[in-house]
């Protein structure tokens, strides 16, 4: 496609349950990046993936955090039992040389998740 | 670790005004360095980067030169138009043990009024 796209664009949740956050990255792009922006926190690195594996998970805050990727291309961010500090605008990126200096990281326009 | 530090805002100037968002970062080694904007109702996009000591990264009349003896990155215009004002993300990139994450400033809001 032309840019990422995310889905949906915004989600209202209580707390306890379960939602899931999808990305379609840039064609061919075989990087893709999960990042949360909160208020308090600011812009935070969630998950790397390269392909279909994730070498690098360490900004997961918690293990009701996961995420995978298929086909590389899709990728699913899973949040189980939301918790209220889980609020905020969940980013997804991608980009086609994750190794290179020079490389850019197109971000999609992200999901609002509100749990209340 | 890798941290970036930027100055608070918000940040309000008038039009045709000079804009200087400071930036100065800490890392393990020797990283790439980025400006990211956010206009208002849009998704965050590249405005420039510079990936060596002494690099100029520029792009729509915004400017920044990589100095590493200092560790900073300001961004600079000479002549803010209202259309600028948006929140603005210094960022960083060390490309170490396979790890490519952004690490990114806390972001300054500007405001540009006519």
């Known amino acids: 496609g032309a840019g990422v796209s995310q889905s949906p664009s915004n989600k209202v949740t209580e707390k306890g349950k379960d939602v899931e956050l999808r990305c379609d990255p840039i064609?061919?792009?075989?990087?893709l990046y999960w990042y949360r922006q909160s208020l308090g926190q600011g812009l935070e690195f969630l998950i790397y993936?390269?392909?279909?594996?994730?070498?690098?998970k360490s900004g997961l805050p918690s293990d009701r955090f996961s995420a995978e990727r298929t086909g590389g291309s899709v990728s699913t961010l899973t949040i189980q039992r939301t918790q209220q500090e889980d609020s905020a605008v969940y980013l997804c990126?991608?980009?086609?040389?994750?190794?290179?200096?020079?490389?850019?990281?197109?971000f999609g326009p992200g999901t609002r998740l509100l749990v209340l | 670790g890798n941290s970036v530090t930027q100055m608070e805002g918000p940040v309000t100037l008038s039009e045709e005004a000079f804009l200087t968002i400071n930036c100065t970062y800490t890392?393990?080694?020797?990283?790439?360095l980025f400006w990211y904007v956010q206009y208002p109702g849009e998704g965050l996009q590249l405005l420039l980067k510079?990936?060596?000591?002494?690099d100029k990264g520029s792009n729509k009349g915004f400017e920044a030169t990589y100095r590493k003896e200092t560790t900073s990155f300001h961004l600079e215009k000479g002549s803010v138009q209202v259309s600028d004002s948006a929140v603005y993300f210094c960022?960083?990139?060390?490309?170490?043990?396979?790890?490519?994450?952004?690490?990114f400033g806390k972001g300054t809001k500007l405001s540009v009024i006519p």
């Open positions: 064609s061919g792009h075989t990087a």
């Open positions: 890392a393990t080694g020797y990283p790439s």
């Open positions: 510079a990936t060596k000591a002494d």
């Open positions: 960022a960083l990139k060390y490309s170490g043990a396979g790890s490519y994450q952004l690490t």
């Open positions: 990126a991608s980009s086609l040389d994750p190794g290179a200096r020079s490389e850019t990281q197109y």
């Open positions: 993936f390269q392909g279909n594996s994730a070498p690098d």
